[in-house]
C-alpha cells in the first residue's frame, strides 16, 4: 500500500494477555517509530528504528513492551501481560533518513 | 536532554482570529521540524515542515510557521482562524540522529 499500515486497527483484550501490534511501514522507509497516546494525552515516545537496529529504547514503559524489526521492514510491538494503564492507541509512522515522517492510522488498544 | 516544548497548552479562539501556536526545542545540532494537526477522532496528518531554506514555510490550509534558529523556535500561525481549525497540533522535531520527538500538543478550540 502507499501509506503505513497498522494492524489490528482495535483491539480488546483482557488484564494479562498479550498482545501484539504490527506495523507495515512504507515500502524503503528506513526509520520506524512507535508512540503511543492515551485518552487525553500527548503523544509519547516509545522506539525507533534505524533498519532493523532500535537506537533508543528509552520510551518503553515498561520490560512488558517490547518491539523488533525484522528485513528492515515490518515492525511488532509486544505488550505482554497486559494491564489497563496500557489502554491507548499506538501509533507507528516511518520515513526515508530526513524526510517527512508519515503516520499511520493507529492501532486502539482497550485492555478490560 | 534533547525536548519539545509548546508552552499553550489549550486555547480558545473566535472564527477569524489570528492564531500563533509556540514551539522550542532544546537541541544544538542540525533538525528538521514538523506540525502535524490531529482532527478530532482522526490520525495524525503533516501540517507543514522545515528542513532547509527559506525559514518561513507555507502549509496546507492556510498555515505558515518561521523557524528561527537563534531563538530555537517554530512557531505556526494562521491570520483567521475557522471552527473546522478546531484540532490539536503538535510540533515535532527530528534530530540529525534520526530521532522524532514531540512536544505535548496545544488543543485549540474554534468557536464559530
Known amino acids: 500500500g502507499a501509506g503505513v499500515s497498522q494492524s489490528p486497527s482495535n483491539k480488546v483484550t483482557e488484564k494479562g494477555k498479550d498482545v501484539e501490534l504490527r506495523c507495515d511501514p512504507i515500502s524503503g522507509h528506513t526509520a520506524l517509530y512507535w508512540y503511543r497516546q492515551s485518552l487525553g494525552q500527548g503523544l509519547e515516545f516509545l522506539i525507533y528504528f534505524q533498519g532493523n537496529s532500535a537506537p533508543d529504547k528509552s520510551g518503553l514503559p515498561s520490560d512488558r513492551f517490547s518491539a523488533e524489526r525484522t528485513g528492515g521492514s515490518v515492525s511488532t510491538l509486544t505488550i505482554q501481560r497486559t494491564q489497563q494503564e496500557d489502554s491507548a492507541v499506538y501509533l507507528c509512522a516511518s520515513s526515508l533518513t530526513g524526510y517527512t515522517i508519515y503516520f499511520g492510522e493507529g492501532s486502539w488498544l482497550t485492555v478490560v | 536532554a534533547q525536548s519539545v516544548s509548546q508552552h499553550n497548552h489549550h486555547v480558545i479562539l473566535s472564527e477569524a482570529a489570528s492564531l500563533e501556536l509556540g514551539c522550542n526545542y532544546s537541541?544544538?545540532?542540525?533538525?528538521?521540524l514538523f506540525w502535524y494537526v490531529q482532527y478530532p477522532g482522526q490520525h495524525l496528518q503533516l501540517l507543514l515542515k522545515y528542513f532547509s531554506g527559506d525559514p518561513l514555510v507555507k502549509g496546507i490550509k492556510g498555515f505558515e510557521a518561521e523557524f528561527i534558529k537563534s531563538k530555537f523556535s517554530f512557531n505556526l500561525r494562521k491570520p483567521s482562524v475557522q471552527w473546522s481549525d478546531t484540532a490539536e497540533y503538535f510540533c515535532a522535531v527530528v534530530l540529525n540522529t534520526d530521532k522524532l520527538i514531540f512536544g505535548t500538543g496545544t488543543r485549540l478550540q474554534v468557536f464559530p
Open positions: 537541541y544544538g545540532g542540525t533538525v528538521n
